[in-house]
């Protein structure tokens, strides 16, 4: 898959400054052999000696420099970053394994807090710098992308580079021609690779990066990143292929040439004429390129992956292993009053002051003190969001947290969010989250963060989770309660990790050695503390099956294509679609890319379920089956569900909703609508009292209300029998009732959704009047916007060009929870939901109006809709950050109506062109003037 850089839309200002930073780099790359993988951090500057100077004096100083592979520009944002040592030796050694730095695939392990990360992005960066590709980085969670889109945005700027933020609801072409890395989660990543694939432009990308490579064994997202880095080493193979025989042609094109050479020379040497030999580009002739820069470059890092052998050999990959930590981890176990080492010594007593507090049975407050007092920070993960939240409250009421230095340089401040959180004003943050209008209902975590103590799990909305990251990195909150999904991938500098729950939801899923060397990793960061600690707390029943899990080697991953998993239904039908597999040889050649040929005996599920997944997918008109080409083919019904990211299962009962909906659709009211756009899958969990509030609202239901409950199908009988109580929990429902089921909880959640974006009601209101958890309602309404986009997505690969029209209106209402009059302002960067209203009620309702007005008065309104700081030094911080707010604003709103007016100036002169055209070739006798002009001419 070749690349045209000679693009229309390429820069020359832009290109030679990249050609500029390139140059600087290749004079500087290191030339010393790899070694084995090392655990000395080696060739750090001594303090108070200069870089250069000790440099001067250490071999190793231009094999550990980072501007030995990066340009100063970029190492400069390193350093300022906070960046103040060399690189790792076993960080050098790993770039410097053969080819890496050349585009080779690379997979490596290194324990959490080791440094992966910044391996990965010496390579994105140089990959950009030699190809001018961008990268796409895969990151398994929201909360993770948010923190690394904002320091890659840092990284990028002095390339002129931009980063594209492909998650959740964000959606949006992939690429321009500014962009340098695209964040994503695996799913967006998924989608964008087989859109990619589909359109034969996966060459335009430079390299995939994928963080967490040990989730490809997840039963879950796992399948799709094995789905994922399948069809990149399918293309890359065939890809490698495709150069191999460009190399092999242009041999023999050289060789020809040598041959026609010599043949010249001889001639020319009888007449006593020597010449030189022409090359090939003197004489005419040209030189295909066999360059390996083509290929896009695949990088997985990983901190647990024990059959990461299997994995190397799968994504055809040089393989890097250290066991390096910059900061020692201890890992203990608490049992009683004794915390034991992993050989199960007991090392330390814990003392219980007089008076302790009884509640605290599992002492998780005292050993939080303890860290605490020590100035340092604590991570507590329990198995729930309600455990997190208990938890939180529980130590925020026990102990006096005081505010830490600000251990790390706290991020620039984003205006829209509540960040730009000042080191030592935690007032700040509380009024941060009081500005959110419904967003805290209950006022809790505004408490538990005054106190120093906050949680952090999926039901936080991403203001809140923001603010919390941001408050915890900079010392503002102290301690903080984690679920251990969410946590595992949120990078914030903590001294002590402890477990206060071994398990995730029930005792009966307990963690996994894999998921717990992740988290226990989490303690002790570089640069920030001299070591880490992680504890867990046992009691009798389970010390020693805790002692086990210390101890304990990952889990190898196995392939999720097999039967008894996933099975291939979704495998085939994504590649085929993407127009990569069509015969049977596609599909044998596709089977060996998987990891399932790398660690088993692919060839079975060649003859079995592979066939059985392509004849169900036929009959569900996913797939076709040509008898005179002999292939397999797509069906637009399996183009829109590839596209749009949902499995066949979930596809066909999506086709069936916008079918009826294309039958019968009632506007008279946004309820049908929001329901289309609810999604699917992850309904809501109702208890008895919401079948009463859904049975109440569906008797007193009129007019449109009515029509939709027609148009839906919802039944007004399986309503009645849930809040009677005739199911009872665990009754195996028939195929009728599990309709029935899907389609009332839908609706149950369509009105809710409603409350928000057409009655302006806030989130605290709705969630007490559908008796919901308020993050069920903000989660509910997070997840409704990116299925909108989903929808979205499906209907235009299907044609539906109807339906995509009102959804792809509707979308930006969902997903910011406005009115229809509102949208215009979402446009405006920085502007959300909250602050369009705030807008909007201000007189400001095009983004027109809002560009208009001077920042003085943006600042006034802004001012006015948030709550008072406190005085004096509170206040004054948050006039300071209303006061950014409203030039960042002020500048976005131009920015969109000057991007708009060269819109409509480009469309003016291409209507222009385009009359001038017609009455060109309108005038009479121009065509006959025109036939002597060209004869003279000639």
């Known amino acids: 898959m070749d690349v045209d850089n000679d693009s229309s839309d390429s820069d020359p200002e832009e290109e030679y400054k990249l050609e500029k930073l390139l140059k600087a780099t290749q004079a500087r790359r290191p030339g010393r052999a790899t070694q084995a993988a090392s655990g000395s951090p080696g060739g750090a500057s001594t303090p108070g000696t200069s870089p250069a100077s000790a440099k001067a004096d250490d071999p190793d100083a231009g094999f550990l420099c980072l501007e030995s592979y990066l340009p100063p520009g970029l190492a400069d944002v ?171 042609e242009a041999e023999q094109q050289l060789e020809r040439h040598r041959q026609m050479t010599q043949a010249q020379q001889g001639t020319e040497a009888a007449n006593d004429a020597p010449k030189t030999p022409a090359s090939p580009l003197m004489s005419g002739q040209s030189t295909p390129d066999p360059g390996s820069d083509s290929q896009v470059q695949i990088i997985g890092m990983s ?41 199960g010594q007991v090392i330390h007593q814990l003392e219980i002051p007089p008076g302790w507090d009884p509640n605290d049975k599992d002492h998780v407050g005292l050993l939080t003190k303890e860290t605490i007092d020590a100035g340092h920070s604590v991570l507590i993960f329990c198995c729930s969001k309600v455990q997190c939240e208990v938890t939180a409250k529980f130590i925020a009421k026990l102990l006096t947290i005081p505010e830490r230095p600000n251990p790390i340089a706290a991020p620039q401040e984003d205006p829209e969010t509540p960040g730009g959180v000042p080191s030592s004003a935690r007032a700040a943050v509380v009024a941060g989250l009081s500005r959110y209008k419904g967003s805290d209902g209950s006022g809790a975590l505004k408490e538990v963060v005054a106190r120093g103590a906050a949680w952090h799990h999926s039901g936080l909305n991403g203001d809140q989770r923001e603010l919390v990251e941001k408050a915890f990195g900079s010392g503002a909150v102290s301690v903080l309660c984690a679920t251990s999904t969410v946590a595992a991938g949120v990078n914030m500098p903590v001294r002590r990790v402890i477990f206060k729950h071994s398990y995730i939801g029930q005792p009966t899923n307990p963690l996994d050695p894999t998921r717990y060397m992740q988290m226990s990793g989490r303690a002790g960061r ?16 389970n010390i020693d099956q805790l002692m086990a899990l210390m101890n304990a080697d990952s889990t190898p991953i196995s392939s999720c294509l097999v039967e008894t998993r996933r099975g291939m239904k979704r495998a085939m039908l994504e590649v085929v679609a993407a127009g990569v597999v069509s015969s049977s040889p596609d599909v044998e050649r ?174 605290a209101q709705v ?52 009115k229809a009059e509102l949208v215009a302002l979402t ?47 509170d206040a004054a911080q948050q006039r300071k950050k209303e006061k950014k707010a409203a030039r960042m604003i002020a500048e976005g709103a131009r920015a969109l109506v000057a991007a708009k007016a060269r819109e409509l100036e480009e469309q003016s002169e291409a209507l222009r062109a385009a009359a001038a055209g017609g009455a060109a070739a309108g005038t009479p006798g121009t065509a006959a003037a025109a036939t002597p002009a060209t004869a003279t001419g000639g």
Not at 526 to 541: F, H, K, M, T, V
Not at 689 to 701: S, T
């Open 590 to 763: 596709y089977l060996k890319c998987s990891l399932l040929a790398a660690i088993e005996d692919y060839k079975n599920v060649a003859v079995t379920s592979t066939q059985d997944a392509l004849k169900w997918l036929e009959s569900k008109k996913f797939l076709e089956w040509s008898r005179e080409s002999g292939s397999w083919g797509p069906t637009d019904l399996g183009k829109a569900t590839a596209a749009s990211g949902l499995n066949p299962e979930q596809a066909l009962l999506v086709k069936r909703d916008l079918e009826n909906a294309r039958m019968g659709l009632c506007l008279a009211t946004d309820l049908h609508l929001t329901y289309l756009v609810t999604p699917v899958h992850d309904l809501l969990d109702l208890q008895r009292q919401h079948w009463e509030i859904l049975y109440d609202i569906v008797n007193r239901a009129r007019g449109p209300i009515v029509k939709v409950i027609e148009f839906t199908g919802l039944s007004r009988t399986y309503i009645h029998q849930r809040r009677m109580g005739v199911f009872r929990s665990g009754l195996q429902l028939n195929e009728k009732q599990l309709e029935d089921d899907r389609v009332a909880r839908r609706f149950y959640a369509a009105l809710v959704i409603v409350e928000l974006i057409s009655n302006d009601k806030e989130p």
């Open 526 to 541: 570089a640069g920030i503390d001299s070591e880490g600690e992680s504890i867990l707390i046992a009691n009798r029943g």
């Open 78 to 248: 390193y350093r300022g970053l906070g960046m103040t040592r060399d690189l790792y030796q076993w960080q050098a050694e790993c770039l410097n394994q053969p080819g890496v730095l050349d585009g080779r695939n690379l997979v490596y392990c290194a324990p959490t807090s080791g440094g992966k990360s910044l391996v990965a992005e010496i390579i994105m960066l140089r990959r950009l710098l030699t190809t001018g590709r961008p990268a796409l980085l895969v990151l398994p969670y929201v909360a993770l992308c948010t923190q690394k889109a904002a320091h890659l945005q840092r990284l990028l700027t002095p390339l002129g580079k931009e980063v594209r933020s492909l998650y959740g609801g964000m959606g949006g072409a992939p690429l321009t021609p500014n962009t340098g890395v695209i964040v994503c989660t695996i799913e967006k990543a998924n989608i964008i690779v087989n859109k990619m694939l589909e359109d034969d432009t996966l060459g335009h990308l430079g390299s995939v990066v994928v963080d967490e490579l040990h989730m490809v064994g997840d039963d879950d997202r796992g399948y799709l990143l094995e789905l994922l880095l399948t069809k990149l080493r399918f293309a890359t193979q065939a890809a490698k292929e495709a150069d191999e025989r460009r190399k092999a």
């Open 303 to 343: 901190a647990t992956l024990p059959n990461v052998d299997q994995v190397a050999h799968w994504l055809d990959a040089v393989l890097f292993q250290t066991d390096f930590r910059p900061v020692e981890l201890k890992q203990m176990v608490k049992i009683d009053n004794g915390i034991r080492d992993k050989s």
């Open 827 to 873: 446009e405006i960067p920085y502007v959300k939901g909250v602050r369009a209203k705030v807008l909007y009620k201000a007189g400001l309702r095009t983004p027109e109006a809002v560009a208009a007005a001077d920042e003085d008065r943006l600042l006034e309104i802004l001012l006015a809709a948030t709550p008072n700081a406190g005085n004096g030094k």
């Open 767 to 818: 969630a007490q009047e559908y008796q919901l958890a308020l993050n069920v309602v903000e989660g509910l309404q997070e997840r409704t916007g990116a299925f909108a986009h989903t929808m979205t997505s499906f209907c235009e690969r299907y044609h539906w060009t109807d339906l995509e029209t009102l959804i792809s209106k509707f979308q930006s209402r969902v997903s910011h929870g406005v």
